[in-house]
């Protein structure tokens, strides 16, 4: 009886470091998603991610080389990364809910 109470002891202990370690995941992407709204505000209002006015008699060609196909490029980049972000976080989030599942069962069982 006092070994099934210490190997039960012991178990919920390494149950409650996984739960604190799922914890501090959960922390990281709820972190990351707020950066990631505050540089959605960026985009609509700094200075550098928007179309500048052409200059007087600046042909469209011209414009189009040198002011909006390297917004474009920037722009494409940004939204790269973004989804390989959002994929990475996808993943986390899936493991993560994963092992909290596996985590209920084996305290349920218990």
Do not use: F
């Amino acid at each position: 009886m006092a070994e099934d109470k210490e190997k039960l002891l012991s178990e919920n202990e390494k149950l409650e470091k996984q739960q604190k370690k799922l914890q501090q995941e959960i922390n990281k992407m709820v972190q990351s998603k707020e950066v990631m709204e505050r540089n959605i505000h960026a985009y609509d209002e700094d200075v550098k991610w928007q179309l500048p006015e052409p200059r007087a008699l600046m042909s469209a060609k011209n414009y189009h080389d040198k002011k909006a196909l390297p917004l474009v490029e920037k722009l494409k980049e940004v939204v790269k990364n973004l989804t390989i972000k959002c994929v990475q976080l996808t993943d986390k989030g899936d493991k993560i809910n994963v092992n909290m599942r596996r985590l209920l069962v084996h305290v349920q069982v218990t």
